[in-house]
């Protein structure tokens, strides 16, 4: 693994909502296939970086590469311009994303979910683009309800439709914001066991913010422990959970764990 | 005793006017709400300022004198109209420049997570708003549209004021006619009544159409 080439390079972000600095000079490396979990207290910029990498927020400094291509910047003659929305659009195609919120439309069946999007990002025919999105509701568990409307289906349901969404457009990047936080606790397990799936059957790189701490550990090739707008340790989910060598590490995972949640 | 049988034939004759000139005017309406509410949210500075521009104008000067001066000033500068043409013209831009704002803040209205949903699943910005963003904010719309739709039903009236005969211009040559007032504005009266009660229905058996499955999103 340490020969091949990342598949994501950040290289010294920064981002300011203001005057908060939520992302100070942040670099990471991910390497293709790896599972992240990114764990912290809440506006330690975790959440931020997943969406810089969906491109639903701007950097204001730095870079990121994907399979070595700049996110944000166009090579045009040997120099880095602003990426321009056909760039962005082709770099998106790299990336999935799947929400705290789930951000079905509510408007559309579960099946008109899962299509709309092959079938306008990429051709896909109605009946191409149906056969595999029954497939993807098959493995997430919601191939009866392929019919029904959001507003019918529990959170865990919307949630498992939306990674179904998600997945349709075959992306080499999952973005896992949050997945479970919105549920309730019982609902919980449905969607972590469709990662786990997930993880099992496809070869996609997965980052995944997340309180579950026992999920993480249990997850995730590496931990990286972000506050204030850094990356203050990272390591084997062992190595953090068991052994922090950090100060605020060990007070953070003192907290959750006071917290009830388990570790 | 007067034979009213004719006169009520006049009346309907101006109602199908009335009705024409509704529907013609609810059609032009339509289409510069959503071109200048559209142009609104735009990127460019120039498109917002044009229909920034043609809204506050519209909202602004009186439907009266629109009227009179799209029939009356502009042959003046080469553009003959008819008197329907000219009707429409104003109801139209009139109304549809109260829509405009109609259409903004509907789509306005849909929360940044459904813009958010489209560009992770990397639908292009014309795309997310057609098949995603403006369906649910037709359906905010709706009901005020239909508000529009009878407020154009009734500045209708106005047109007689061109010589064209509809409902109320009517109504007029039967007062003159018979020398009765009552009769024909007490039936015009009805009239419109039952036309702005059709508007409300068709507009909210649209409505639930629309909503259909949708329980508990709507906003």
């Given at each position: ?7 994501i390079?950040?290289?010294a972000?920064s981002?300011s ?18 599972k992240?979990?990114?764990?912290g ?12 990498l969906?491109?639903?927020e701007?950097?204001?400094g730095?870079?990121i590469q ?20 056909r ?8 990336i ?21 999007a ?6 896909v ?23 029904a409307?959001p507003?019918?289906?529990s ?10 969404r ?14 479970t ?16 799936r ?5 070869d996609m ?7 579950e ?14 506050d ?13 959970f068991r ?17 009830g949640h388990?570790? | 005793m ?21 529907l ?21 500075l ?14 602004g ?17 080469g ?17 549809g420049?109260?829509?405009a704002e109609?259409?903004r ?9 459904q813009?958010?949903?489209?560009i992770?699943?990397n ?5 997310g ?15 005020t549209?239909?508000?529009n ?7 209708t009236?106005?047109v ?9 211009f ?25 036309l702005?009660?059709l508007?409300?229905?068709g507009v909210r ?9 949708l329980?508990g999103?709507?906003?």
């Amino acid at each position: 693994m340490s020969t091949a080439a990342p598949i994501i390079k950040v290289d010294a972000i920064s981002k300011s909502f203001g005057a908060f600095k939520v992302l100070d000079g942040l670099s990471m490396q991910v390497m293709p296939r790896e599972k992240l979990a990114l764990i912290g207290p809440s506006g330690s910029g975790k959440t931020t970086i997943l969406r810089i990498l969906m491109t639903l927020e701007r950097i204001d400094g730095g870079h990121i590469q994907i399979e070595g291509e700049h996110l944000y910047h166009m090579e045009r003659n040997g120099q880095l311009l602003p990426a321009d929305e056909r760039h962005l659009a082709r770099m998106r195609q790299k990336i999935g994303m799947v929400f705290q919120l789930f951000n079905l439309f509510p408007h559309k069946s579960v099946i008109d979910n899962v299509t709309l999007a092959p079938m306008l990002t990429k051709g896909v025919a109605r009946a191409a683009a149906e056969k595999r999105a029954m497939e993807l509701l098959d493995m997430v568990g919601m191939a009866d309800k392929a019919k029904a409307m959001p507003a019918q289906l529990s959170g865990g349901q919307k949630q498992r439709v939306a990674i179904a969404r998600a997945l349709a457009l075959q992306p080499k990047i999952m973005l896992f914001d949050e997945v479970t936080s919105a549920l309730d606790p019982e609902l919980v397990e449905e969607v972590l066991n469709v990662l786990w799936r997930l993880c099992a059957e496809t070869d996609m790189t997965m980052l995944l913010v997340t309180h579950e701490m026992g999920f993480a550990h249990d997850f995730a090739d590496r931990v990286l422990f972000f506050d204030r707008g850094r990356i203050v340790e990272e390591g084997k989910p062992d190595e953090i959970f068991r052994h922090p060598k950090q100060e605020r590490t060990q007070a953070f995972l003192k907290k959750i764990i006071a917290a009830g949640h388990r570790v | 005793m007067t034979q009213w049988s004719g006169y009520f034939g006049l009346i309907l004759q101006g109602a199908l006017v009335t009705i024409e000139l509704t529907l013609m005017g609810s059609v032009l309406a339509l289409i510069m709400a959503f071109l200048a509410g559209m142009g609104r949210l735009s990127r460019f500075l120039i498109v917002r300022a044009i229909a920034t521009a043609y809204i506050e104008f519209f909202r602004g000067t009186s439907i009266f004198v629109q009227l009179f001066f799209a029939y009356f000033v502009l042959p003046l500068v080469g553009l003959e109209l008819t008197p329907l043409q000219a009707g429409v013209l104003a109801l139209g831009l009139n109304v549809g420049a109260y829509a405009a704002e109609v259409v903004r803040g509907a789509v306005q209205s849909i929360g940044r997570e459904q813009h958010e949903a489209c560009i992770a699943l990397n639908l292009g910005r014309w795309q997310g708003m057609r098949h995603v963003i403006l369906p649910q904010a037709f359906l905010v719309m709706l009901p005020t549209f239909g508000n529009n739709a009878i407020e154009l039903l009734k500045a209708t009236s106005v047109v007689s004021l061109i010589s064209l005969a509809d409902l109320t211009f009517q109504a007029q040559v039967v007062r003159a006619q018979t020398g009765n007032t009552m009769v024909p504005f007490t039936t015009i009266l009805v009239i419109y009544f039952i036309l702005a009660l059709l508007i409300s229905w068709g507009v909210r058996s649209l409505e639930r159409r629309l909503a259909r499955g949708l329980d508990g999103v709507r906003v």
